[in-house]
Structure formats: C-alpha cells, structure tokens
C-alpha cells in the first residue's frame, strides 16, 4: 500500500507540471494558433533561474518565485512581439517552427555555459521535512507544489471564465479579426496571452528547480511527454488541459505501481488511442 | 474615457475598390452619408453589400480609394482603431460570440463616449436580454441575437452606425420592433448606413437610397423621389 500512496503522490506531482505546462500550451494555441516549443525551453529557464539567481544575487527561493515568473514572461512577449508577431501573417508553420528554432538556441546556450550535467538546487528552509499522514509520509515540498499548481490552475480558470481579460481572450480565441472590429487591440491581446502562457512555464520550471535536476535538456524531456498529454486533452481547453494534466499523471504513476513496465508508454498508448477515436482530444475543438 | 464618438459623423465614399485575392469585388464605389442620415444600400446576393461595410470597419485588407469619417481618412487603419473613432457595426451574422454570454457579449467593446446610453437605458430598449444576461450568446433566438448586436453597438456610445441586413432571416414582428428602434436612433441623431433587401421596409425610413450591383452603384435616388424612382428601383433588384 505504501509504493501504491507514493506513486499516486509522484503522479500528482507530476501531473501538476503536465497541468501547468498544458494549460500554458493551451492559453498559446487558443490565441496564436500555434504549438508553443518554446515552452520546454522557459520551464528550463525558470528552473535555471533559481541556482543562478541564489548564486550571483543572493535571492533566494522566495524571491525567485516573485521575479522569475514575470521576468521571463516579460521576455515571452518581446519573442512574440518581435519574433512571432511578423509570422503570424505567414502559414503557422513557420510560428511554430520559430518557437521551435528558439528552444534549440537557448537549450544550445545553456549546454555551453552550463554543461549538460547542470547545477544542484537545496529544497527552502521552510520546506524541508514532511508531515507523517498516518498511511504514508508526504515530504513538505511535495506538497507544496501540488497546492501550488493547483491554486494557479484555479486562478487561471477563474481568469479565463469569469473575468473580463477571460472573456476577451475566449472572444479572440474564436474569432480574431471580428474582435478587432469591435474595437479591442487584439495583437496586444495575443502578445499579453503569450507571455501568461510562457509565465506558467516559468513557474513550473522553478517549482521544479528543487526536485528535479536542474539541467539543459529537462524541459525539452518533460515537454514530449506534455505534447502526448495535450493531444489527449486536446488544443485550446483551459478545462480540458487541467484535468487531463492531472488525471494522466495519476495514470501513469497507477501504472507504475501496476505494471512499471509500461509506465513510459502508457500515455502514447493512451495518446494513439485518442486520436483514433477523437482526433481533436477528449475537450478539444471540433474544427482545431 | 475619449469622446471622439460624440459628435455623429458622415461617411464620404469615393473610388472604393475592394478584393478578395484576384477577386475584383467592389470596383469604384462612391456614397455618401451627411450627419443625422440614414442611407440604405440595397442589392442582389453577392452584390458586395457586405464588403463594402467591412471594408468601411477595415476588414478587407486588399483596398483603395477613399473613405472618410468626419475629416479622418479610415483607409489603412487598423479595424480596432476605426471602431475607436465611434464607429461599430452590426455584422450579417451578428456576431455574437458562441463561447461568451449575453452580458459578456454586450459588454465586449470598450465605451467610447461618457454620453454613451447605460445599460438601464439599453435594457428599457430591449427587455428581452434583460433576464438572458447568464445565458450563452448563441442560445438567443435569431431575433434576440440581433437585438443583442443592436443593443452593443450603442453601449459603446459610437453615434455612426453600420447595420448588415438588419431583418435578414427574422419573423415581421421583429422587423418592426427593429424598424421602430431604427427610426428612434434616427429622430436622436445617429448615423446610420443600412444593407438591406427589404425594399418596402427600408424605403420609408430611409434619407437616400443606393442601388449596388457587381460592386458598382447603378442607382440612387433621395427620399423624397421615392415614388417616382420606385419601378427603376424594383428593375434593378429583381423584385
Ligand atoms: N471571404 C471571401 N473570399 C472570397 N470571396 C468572397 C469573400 N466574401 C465574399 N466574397 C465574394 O464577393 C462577392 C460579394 O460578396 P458580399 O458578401 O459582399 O455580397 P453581399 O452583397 O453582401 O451578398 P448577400 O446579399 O448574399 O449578403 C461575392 O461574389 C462573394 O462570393
Ligand atoms: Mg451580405
């Protein structure tokens, strides 16, 4: 029963990275029209951020979870201000090859100066230890990762359906040009759009920063697993990626335990079958 | 908050062309509606009614010649930004978004004059989206949705209003609430441009009356030549 517990708990961990990075994904493709690939690369810069900022600033984990986010969507945007943008009249292929262009410079940049090894980041002080919960021992950062994912996929839901920003990015999500007739700055809509959906990378990255090691080629590894549960979720939900992100890292951790063999492939076994049935993902658009 | 949308402004048309691609599609039109007017564009299926307002709310990108509200040239400009200088458009399919609700739908635009009507206003003029506000956009009947269009277009205070084919698709009832919230706009000194193919109804509200066909105007005649005008006018639409 204790390896059933702690494989749910690492699916769940997990599964609040698939969520954040697909819903990340999701906010992108609605406005852009694009796949993001650029967003492996922001969750390892988010993740980098955090040895790095301790090491030549002083700023610590706190402080980096106030900067990091931000910071990197603020540079999210200028990519789309300066690179996308000028695309976006163009076939989206050349969008998404871009993006992807981008993540290989930067994941090529961080190998020179970094290594492929990468650097060691300490869980927070506060954060250290674990609470016994009787069936089994929930380490305290774990915890707070899920909390955490939890909290901001909430918050972006609530952003996107009930508030005014929400409405204008379903709005444009559903037709752009006749927004704009409507008298709203829709590129600006766009570039705002992008750098939410880079800023949830950044944030994943950081929140991942003291679990996993903090290296080069991490987001590009997690995000083929991210493109497997998007595609089950399918493009353009906000719902859709947050659920699927959850249930498909529970599955996979309940694989582990059942059958570890297929622990690795369950969600691209999951994904062909998907597809077959429902070629737009279980919550996606019909004509995406 | 700008008004530049308090003071109703004409539009002057001159030498519009307008294409889809290599699709010739509006090919040298001129017209012009003064301040207070209300001028109907009548025509066949596929005349270019249609691309001649969204080329007005800059929504065709291939397009040239002149259009001019008040003194400010709108060709070229961005179509969020003509919408800004007051004015907004009811399109032929209304326009409602499918994944916002009525009050989310109405509330869309930004509010252009601090003259513009509030909303108790609105709801007096059209009651029916009064107890919808929850609902989803397109779960209005054809008639709500337009009412909901209407009801948009004016909250954002925009005193030069173009309205696509208006009663298209609507039971006649409608189409004189429709008439009747017309006339009202008019009496108060909007500006309007109408596409319409519904001759008799247009007819009496109407300051002057234009006849498009394969992207050319081919006839006009002012309200008061109505009566005589009217069999040339019915040649030409085929009626
Ligand atoms: N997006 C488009 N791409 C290419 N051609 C178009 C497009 N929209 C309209 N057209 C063509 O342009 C011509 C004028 O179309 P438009 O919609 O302006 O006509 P309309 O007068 O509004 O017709 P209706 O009364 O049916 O609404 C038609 O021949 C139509 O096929
Ligand atoms: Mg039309």
């Given amino acids: ?288 | 908050m700008t008004d530049r949308a308090r003071a109703s402004s004409g539009l002057e048309i001159q030498g519009l062309h307008a294409f889809y691609g290599q699709s010739h599609v509006l090919r040298g039109v001129d017209l012009s509606v003064k301040p207070g007017q209300l001028v109907a564009i009548l025509g066949r299926n596929g005349a270019g009614k249609s691309t001649l307002i969204k080329s007005i709310m800059g929504l065709i990108k291939k397009c040239s010649g002149q259009i001019r509200l008040g003194d400010v040239d709108l060709l070229g400009r961005p179509a969020d930004q003509i919408a800004r200088m007051g004015l907004a458009w009811v399109p032929e399919d209304r326009g409602i978004f499918a994944s916002l609700t009525v009050a989310e739908n109405l509330r869309l635009p930004p509010i252009l004059a601090s003259d513009a009507p509030d909303e108790a206003a609105l709801f007096a003029l059209f009651p029916a989206l009064h107890e919808r506000l929850n609902t989803p956009g397109t779960r209005l009947s054809g008639g709500e949705q337009q009412m909901l269009a209407l009801a948009r277009m004016l909250r954002t205070g925009a005193r030069t209003l173009l309205l696509d084919e208006p009663t298209e698709g609507l039971a006649p009832l409608i189409v004189a609430q429709i008439g009747e919230i017309i006339a009202q706009l008019k009496r108060s000194g909007y500006t309007l441009l109408l596409v319409e193919q519904n001759l008799q109804w247009i007819a009496p509200l109407a300051d002057h009356l234009y006849v498009l066909e394969q992207g050319r105007i081919v006839d006009e005649c002012a309200s008061e030549d109505f009566e005589g005008r009217l069999p040339s006018l019915i040649a030409h639409l085929g009626l």
């Fill in chain 1, 1 to 288: 029963m204790q390896a059933l517990y702690s494989q749910l708990l690492i699916g769940l961990i997990n599964g609040s990275f698939y969520a954040l990075l697909s819903l990340g994904l999701s906010l992108i493709f609605g406005l852009l029209n694009i796949v993001n690939f650029a967003h492996g690369a922001f969750f390892m810069l988010g993740a980098f951020a955090a040895p790095l900022l301790l090491e030549h600033l002083g700023i610590g984990y706190w402080g980096s979870l106030l900067i990091v986010p931000p910071v990197l969507a603020l540079g999210g945007m200028v990519l789309q201000r300066i690179v996308l943008r000028p695309l976006q009249e163009l076939d989206h292929l050349y969008g998404l090859l871009a993006t992807f262009g981008f993540a290989l410079i930067v994941q090529g940049l961080m190998q020179i100066g970094f290594g492929s090894a990468g650097l060691p980041y300490a869980i927070p002080s506060a954060l250290q230890g674990g609470q016994n919960l009787g069936f089994m021992l929930l380490p305290n950062y774990r915890g707070f990762v899920i909390l955490v994912s939890l909290a901001v996929c909430a918050s972006v839901y609530l952003l996107v359906e009930r508030t005014r920003l929400g409405a204008l990015l379903r709005a444009a999500t559903e037709n752009a040009e006749r927004l704009s007739s409507f008298g709203i700055n829709v590129p600006r809509l766009v570039t705002l759009s992008y750098g939410l959906g880079v800023g949830l990378a950044a944030l994943a990255g950081l929140l991942a920063a003291p679990m996993l090691q903090v290296r080069p080629l991490m987001g590009a590894d997690l995000m083929i697993v991210v493109f497997a549960v998007v595609v089950i979720g399918g493009m353009g939900s906000i719902l859709g990626s947050i659920v699927t992100g959850y249930s498909l890292g529970v599955i996979e951790g309940l694989t582990r335990y059942f059958y570890p063999e297929a622990s690795n492939t369950i969600l691209f076994v999951l994904m062909a079958l998907v597809l077959a049935v429902r070629p737009n993902g279980l919550f996606g658009r019909r004509e995406a």
